[in-house]
Nanobody, 121 residues
């Protein structure tokens, strides 16, 4: 069984910061790319940022310069540091990871349960 558990969401005022964490656990052989997605009410889920196992990063245009994704491979954890938050960043944030389970030959994408981020004006 593989689980992704997010933490760090909450309610903040605009221009403040939050840091999200997502830890993978279970029978894990290897983790390829990891990422953060978000879904606002009435909108589709969208990629916010992702990072390869070699720490190459990719960001959605609206968060470039404000958000930073990082990972700790030893802890099987990915982080999203969010600065200068805006009300339009309000959404449920989901962790995603491409994981090879112990004894498996292939990778599978797993999702966390989501953590709410709310930014007030």
């Amino acid at each position: 069984q593989v689980q992704l558990v997010e933490s760090g969401g909450g309610l903040v005022q605009a221009e403040k910061s939050l840091k999200l964490s997502c830890a993978a656990s279970g029978s894990i052989s290897s983790i390829n790319e990891m990422g953060w997605y978000r879904q606002a009410p009435g909108k589709q889920r969208e990629l916010v940022a992702d990072i390869t196992r070699f720490s190459r990063t990719n960001y959605e245009d609206s968060v470039k310069g404000r958000f930073t994704i990082s990972r700790d491979n030893a802890k099987k954890t990915v982080y999203l540091e969010m600065n200068s938050l805006k009300p339009e960043d309000t959404a449920v944030y989901y962790c995603n990871a491409n994981i090879k389970r112990g004894g498996s030959d292939s990778y599978t994408y797993y999702w966390g349960q989501g953590t709410q981020v709310a930014v007030s004006a």
